[in-house]
């Protein structure tokens, strides 16, 4: 099962497991991902797990942008809607949101060409 291994100034703060669904992460008391930090914007992003349109039994990962004043960073490159692979990173504010998805690793060193989204 793909997971976020959520960090900050190095220090473990949790996993959260991805099952078929969405996660908003900001500041406000109704986010599914609290994250208490100046540099993050109340509703600051969306993750979602949705069936592989490619891969039968594995998830797609996106994580949107939702207007945040700072901005969702992955690769280096502000986003606004990103397709995520095991081993990237997500930076929200000063913390990280890191892809572990076991199912897809193999991946890595396979090419696979999708359409764009």
């Known amino acids: 099962m793909p997971k976020l291994v959520h960090t900050c100034d190095g220090k473990f ?5 991805l099952d078929e669904g969405s996660w908003l992460i900001g500041r406000h008391p109704d986010c599914d ?3 208490d930090d100046s540099t993050v914007s109340g509703k600051h992003a969306l993750v979602t797990a949705n069936p592989s349109a490619y891969m039968e039994g594995l998830l797609d990962i996106h994580i949107e942008d939702k207007g ?3 901005g969702t960073i992955v690769n280096g490159k ?3 809607r990103h ?3 095991h081993g990237e990173v997500a930076h929200i504010g000063s913390h990280e949101f890191a892809l572990v998805d076991e199912g897809t690793r193999g991946f890595e060193t396979t090419t696979v060409i999708l359409p764009d989204s």
């Open 13 to 17: 703060l949790g996993e959260i497991n």
């Open 33 to 35: 991902i609290r994250v």
């Open 68 to 70: 945040s004043t700072n």
């Open 78 to 80: 502000k986003i606004k």
């Open 83 to 85: 397709m995520m692979k």
